[in-house]
């Protein structure tokens, strides 16, 4: 097995639950009904893998401050309240596919836009950043939808390299403390990235509808398969 494909299986190790961790997402059980997802699981891991290097570019300061935006495990966001909207103010951006019923959705949690709003302002190099109030003022919201689609963008790049999916940003909001987000983004896998080197709470949430992943797995290996069985590529 080669270092990258272990790497890959390493990726979506099941997930322990913690209190750090988003109320809707949850481990997925590879043992039973949702063993299907392997393959959808492991293009999740290397999805988030290069959305993680290609927000170094997007958000400079991680570079200057010697930080990382670092991929967790995958999980299943499935429906259930979210303990991240009791924890102050958050901004989440959807996209979609033009041609099909594909979503994406990158989120940014309260202490994530607290750093990236203060990192954008040149401020927080001591380390600490000052918490939000429970909604962003107009200001503050539209400075974090700058950054928010600017890294949904990367988002979608990534999502197209590994996939081939098209998906392209449809919405993007700012949502108060104890207000819920879109009901719709469920059955999707998704990743929470954190600022490695900076936070250990603020954290950047990606996910891809579980069935449009899959369904491009189960094409990416048909598609490999002759390749493989061909003689003239041994």
Known sequence: MTAAARASIDAIRI????PGRRGSL??????????HLRGAMQAMARIASRFARAARRTLPFLVRRRANLEPGSVALAG??????????PRFVVRLEAEDGPAWGMVS???????LLLESALGGGEGGAVAALASELSLA???LAARI???????????????????LQVVAAQSLASGEEGDASAVDGLAVECSFA???????VTVAVSAEALEAAARDQAEE???????????
């Open 140 to 142: 503050q919201a539209a």
């Open 224 to 234: 490999d398969a002759p390749a493989a069985s061909d003689p003239r590529m041994a």
């Open 26 to 35: 949850r481990p997925l059980d590879l043992t039973g009904r949702e063993r």
């Open 148 to 166: 928010a689609r600017s890294l949904a963008r990367d988002f979608a790049a990534v999502v197209k390299e590994e996939t081939g999916l098209r």
């Open 197 to 203: 080197g900076l936070s250990d709470s603020a954290t």
């Open 108 to 114: 940014l949690n309260s202490e994530a836009l607290s």
């Open 15 to 18: 997930p322990q639950a913690g």
């Open 79 to 88: 429906p259930g309240p979210d303990r991240a909207a009791e924890a102050g």
